[in-house]
T-cell receptor, first 114, second 115 residues
Framework: KAGVTQTPRYLIKTRGQQVTLSCSPI?????VSWYQQTPGQGLQFLFE???????NKGNFPGRFSGRQFSNSRSEMNVSTLELGDSALYLC?????????????FGPGTRLTVL | DAKTTQPPSMDCAEGRAANLPCNHS???????VYWYRQIHSQGPQYIIH???NNETNEMASLIITEDRKSSTLILPHATLRDTAVYYC????????????????FGQGTILTVHP
């Protein structure tokens, strides 16, 4: 099975712009989660989508949004970019089966805001 | 999900066992202990998880104390490729499934394996 893929891998934007990141989960996985990783705050949960619905949300401003399509692919959008949005954005898809829930992470998108 | 406490860093000689501790004194009965690791600039990777019994897989062993307030991840024969940040996470898997896709990461332990 192919792993979680994220595009693009690297992105450079300027303040005030918006950006859209894409994530394709492992085939058959219906849950997609997004995380932001920065040196100062570590890995922080952004939100989770399951069957095209947002199921969980972290403590991020409304500039951060996402969506999921019927094929489980997900996108996240950040509007009005700020310098502090520079980070590694990780997507993960989740498999379920009984008590076993494992998240598989993609390689991430490195966003730099200038 | 319960909070976890891990040492910020540890060293280990190549070929020796690496024992990474985690304290989760407020863990509740329906919460599992999960371990992930993140090698530099890659996405985190699942290692192992357990509820109250010791667990072993091809990557590691997980020892959970009888009172479940702490656990130890054991890498039996550490290699240079095991150098990474190791995260201990406690999470519930309630029937409602509302916490399926959310992991709360702490700062983790930076494990450095030396030749």
């Amino acid at each position: 099975k192919a792993g979680v893929t994220q595009t693009p891998r690297y992105l450079i934007k300027t303040r005030g712009q918006q950006v859209t990141l894409s994530c394709s989960p492992i085939s058959g996985h219906r849950s997609v989660s997004w995380y932001q990783q920065t040196p100062g705050q570590g890995l922080q949960f952004l939100f989770e989508y399951f069957s095209e619905t947002q199921r969980n949300k972290g403590n991020f401003p409304g500039r951060f949004s996402g969506r999921q399509f019927s094929n489980s692919r997900s996108e996240m959008n950040v509007s009005t970019l700020e310098l502090g949005d520079s980070a590694l954005y990780l997507c993960a898809s989740t498999t379920t089966g009984g008590s076993f829930y494992e998240q598989f992470f993609g390689p991430g998108t490195r966003l730099t805001v200038l | 999900d319960a909070k976890t406490t891990q040492p910020p860093s540890m060293d280990c000689a190549e070929g020796r066992a690496a024992n990474l501790p985690c304290n989760h004194s407020t863990i509740s009965g329906n919460e599992y202990v999960y371990w992930y690791r993140q090698i530099h600039s890659q996405g985190p990777q699942y290692i192992i998880h357990g509820l109250k019994n010791n667990e072993t897989n091809e990557m590691a062993s997980l020892i959970i104390t009888e009172d479940r307030k702490s656990s130890t991840l054991i890498l039996p024969h550490a290699t240079l490729r095991d150098t990474a940040v190791y995260y201990c996470i406690v999470r519930s898997l309630n029937a409602g499934g509302t916490s399926y896709g959310k992991l709360t990461f702490g700062q983790g332990t930076i494990l450095t394996v030396h030749p």
